[in-house]
């Protein structure tokens, strides 16, 4: 992403965000609270694995991961190779940008396999509904 940002004039990035920001986003129904999870990544999702100190994903990312204010970006709907990449980042360290440092840990908590799980659950939440 950095060659491409660097590569942005000032105006060219006022412009391209101003359009990004009138583009509709995709509407995430939330799931009921209600719902059971029905595999590991789920689980860790809804829940969290706390005999590894890990928070469910949606206690900050808000019911269904649709997102919290400013603070808690929203993970339903967003591209599963996206999500998958923003927590390799964070695992390696590429990724330190996050104030607190929340999400550091728990990347680094999940195996590779959660990861991929995590990813494609909340991708697939755009949308879905579920009948309470
Ligand atoms: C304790 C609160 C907290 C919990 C629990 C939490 N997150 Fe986050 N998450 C954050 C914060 C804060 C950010 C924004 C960090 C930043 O700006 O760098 C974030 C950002 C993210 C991002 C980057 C989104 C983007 O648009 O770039 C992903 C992906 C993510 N979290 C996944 C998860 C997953 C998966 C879980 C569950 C395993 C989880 N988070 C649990 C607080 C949390």
Known sequence: MQPL????????????TRALAAMPAPAAVPLHRSVMPVNTAQKIALQGAWDRQIPACVSCHGPAGVGVGEAFPPLAGQPAAYLVAQLN???????????????????????????????????SLSGQEVKP
């Open 89 to 123: 980042a964070w695992q390696s360290g590429a990724r330190h940008n996050d104030p607190n440092d929340l999400m550091g840990h728990i990347a680094k908590s999940l195996t590779a396999e959660e990861v991929q799980g995590v990813a494609a659950y909340f991708s």
């Open 5 to 16: 940002a660097k590569a942005l004039t000032e105006e060219e990035i006022v412009s391209v």
